[in-house]
């Protein structure tokens, strides 16, 4: 049986069932395209806040980032 990892230890403990349809949607197609974009939106950010050399500009490019990869991951209506 291969080991299971820290987010399915975490929903047997808490007795949360698979068939959750926000489970389900972390297991698309289009949320891991979703995720990989995220991830270069983030390098981007960081790449952004290297080159400002104000505090004030990269909290708000960290607080924006933070939110459009919140809003962006969010499962679609339905």
């Known amino acids: 049986m291969p080991p299971l990892n820290i987010l ?3 929903r047997k403990f808490y007795g949360l069932s698979e068939q959750n349809p926000d489970i389900q949607w972390t297991k698309t ?13 983030w390098i981007i950010s ?3 806040m290297l080159a400002v050399e104000n505090v004030a500009g990269i909290m708000a490019i960290l607080f924006f980032s933070g939110f459009m990869s919140l809003a962006f ?3 679609d209506g339905e």
């Open 73 to 75: 991951l969010e499962r």
């Open 8 to 10: 399915t230890k975490i």
């Open 29 to 41: 197609n289009l949320y891991r395209r979703r995720l990989e974009q995220v991830k270069t939106g």
């Open 46 to 48: 960081g790449l952004l």
